[in-house]
């Protein structure tokens, strides 16, 4: 079935620092690929989104390519802010998008001033 | 739009009782989907609806678990009894059919089973 595997964390930077957050991804066909961020106590919020091979996400100052050769979509920002701190989840969808998104387990960002 | 609205935001409740929580998602959204977040497990799919219809409830964990949409702006996830492993934070998520572009969660329930 499909699977997002997410890199461990917490993830802890200082405040400017460049961030990459790893995501691969196992799926038949062809999904869409999705971040979403978790803020404390609160509900996931829908960051970015990709949904065909070579796309670019973006939002916020996040970007995410969709690369189907390596099956991956990781996060990236350039200069990072002690309001980024939250959890951060990679999903996808199948390529109906009507069953449900996969998510990975999340990796738990800290940015320290 | 007010987003997707559950409810309670909050539930402490004794083991052996019944714990209903309920969900309002986005209007003209056709798919509905409760996930149940545990440090453990992460993010779990326990069931979801289209147009109404129940369509994969393999994520249920148990018969003590049941979910309705008895109607397009409402959705109720009921558990009977609980028990402390239930203790979790459930999210509600909608989406319109053929959700490729992301669904939209709700702010959740964080229940606590005593």
């Known amino acids: 079935g499909d699977s997002v595997t997410q890199m461990e964390g917490p993830v802890t930077l200082s405040e400017e620092a460049f961030l990459t957050i790893n995501c691969t991804y196992t799926?038949?066909?062809?999904?869409?690929l999705f971040w979403y961020v978790q803020y404390p106590g609160e509900g996931l919020q829908l960051l970015l989104k990709a949904t065909k091979a070579d796309d670019k996400g973006s939002n916020k100052g996040f970007e995410a390519t969709y690369r189907k050769e390596t099956t991956s979509f990781h996060l990236e920002k350039g200069s990072v802010q002690v309001s980024d701190s939250a959890v951060y989840f990679c999903a996808l969808s199948d390529l109906r998008g009507a069953d449900g998104l996969t998510f990975g387990k999340g990796t738990h960002l800290i940015i320290q001033p | 739009d007010a987003g997707v609205i559950q409810s309670p935001r909050h539930e402490v409740t004794e083991m052996g009782q019944e714990v209903t929580l309920r969900c309002k998602p986005i209007?003209?959204?056709?798919?509905l989907f409760w996930y149940r977040q545990t440090m453990m497990r992460g993010l779990e799919l326990l069931i979801y609806?289209?147009?109404?219809?129940?369509?994969?409830d393999s994520g249920m964990p148990e018969d003590r678990f049941s979910a309705k949409m008895p109607n397009a702006s409402f959705s109720t996830l009921k558990i009977q009894p609980s028990e402390p492993r239930d203790s979790a934070v459930y999210f509600c998520?909608?989406?319109?059919?053929?959700?490729?572009?992301?669904?939209?969660f709700g702010s959740g329930t964080r229940l606590t089973v005593v």
């Open positions: 209007s003209g959204h056709n798919s």
């Open positions: 998520a909608s989406s319109p059919i053929g959700g490729r572009n992301g669904y939209t």
């Open positions: 799926a038949t066909g062809y999904p869409s």
């Open positions: 609806f289209n147009n109404n219809v129940p369509i994969d």
